[in-house]
């Protein structure tokens, strides 16, 4: 379990928001966002060593009025420059635990999807480590401040001062928190529910479950990518997952009670 939670840029705990790759590896965004600049930015500079950078030349030939002028124009190295176009685009990195190619959204590493999974994990291990919750500092100032609550959206502790920031931001004012003690135990309150919002839309929350395309959808979503498709709501999805998991477990109960009685 510990290699869940295991950042497969740093190789330390992860910390929250986690992304996850295409190859399914996961990192703290700020580690993937960090790891990715330095990537592309030496792909780029190999690019330009690519380049044999002789300055360019002319050379006068004949004489008289018929004069030759030939530039020699300076050689790109086309065969190395070729070979790591091929292998790697300008927006792909390297994993760094499976040495697979991944694609960067154009947006930057935010826009890859996020690990609620691991998250969950992540929280679990801490609150199992018995941290004392007035010993859990702000993840946004430099100042050490203990943290008071725990933003449900971005998945950072906060201070006060922070939170009120946070909550005065248009693009985060819909944001609800949870005390540092209720996200140490893995739990919520029940004024500020964990609640799951969109990736392609951050400002809205997934509430409903396309059949057609078997994927969870925000609203927006649904008018963009989903119309005419059959639909459920994700809290009448829960019910019947919960009522179907039962029954199997019921089911096995029973069988493994039956064959310890014979």
Do not use: W
């Not at 295991?6 to 703290?28: D, F, Q, W, Y």
């Not at 979503?221 to 039962?246: A, N, P, R, W, Y």
């Amino acid at each position: 379990m510990e290699s869940v939670v295991v950042c497969c840029v740093c190789n330390g705990r992860m910390r929250e928001p986690i992304k996850t790759l295409p190859c399914l590896h996961s990192a703290c965004l700020q580690c993937l966002k960090s790891y990715a600049a330095k990537s592309l930015r030496d792909d780029h500079d190999q690019a330009d060593s690519n380049c044999n950078a002789a300055p360019i030349t002319c050379i006068n030939g004949g004489g008289g009025g018929g004069e030759l002028n030939l530039f020699l124009i300076p050689q790109l190295n086309v065969a190395s420059s070729s070979s790591s176009s091929s292998s790697r685009s300008s927006r792909t990195i390297v994993c760094l635990r499976c040495q697979s190619p991944c694609e960067i959204p154009l947006k930057g590493a935010e826009d890859l999807p996020t690990n609620y999974f691991t998250a969950g994990v992540v929280t679990a291990a801490i609150s199992s480590a018995t941290i004392d919750p007035n010993k859990v500092k702000c993840e946004l100032c430099d100042e050490e401040t203990a943290a008071t609550v725990k933003c449900t959206h971005c998945h950072q502790f906060q201070c006060d001062s922070c939170k009120r920031i946070h909550v005065k931001t248009k693009a985060t004012s819909h944001h609800q928190f949870v005390t540092v003690r209720d996200a140490l135990r893995g739990g919520s309150s029940s004024s500020a529910p964990r609640i799951l919002h969109c990736h392609k839309h951050p400002q809205y929350e997934v509430n409903s479950y396309c059949k057609t395309d078997q994927t969870a959808a925000c609203p927006q979503c649904v008018v963009e990518f989903h119309q005419g498709h059959e639909f459920t709501l994700l809290s009448t999805l829960s019910e019947e997952f919960k009522d179907t998991i039962s029954a199997l477990v019921n089911k096995v109960r029973f069988q493994f009670v039956s064959k310890v009685l014979r």
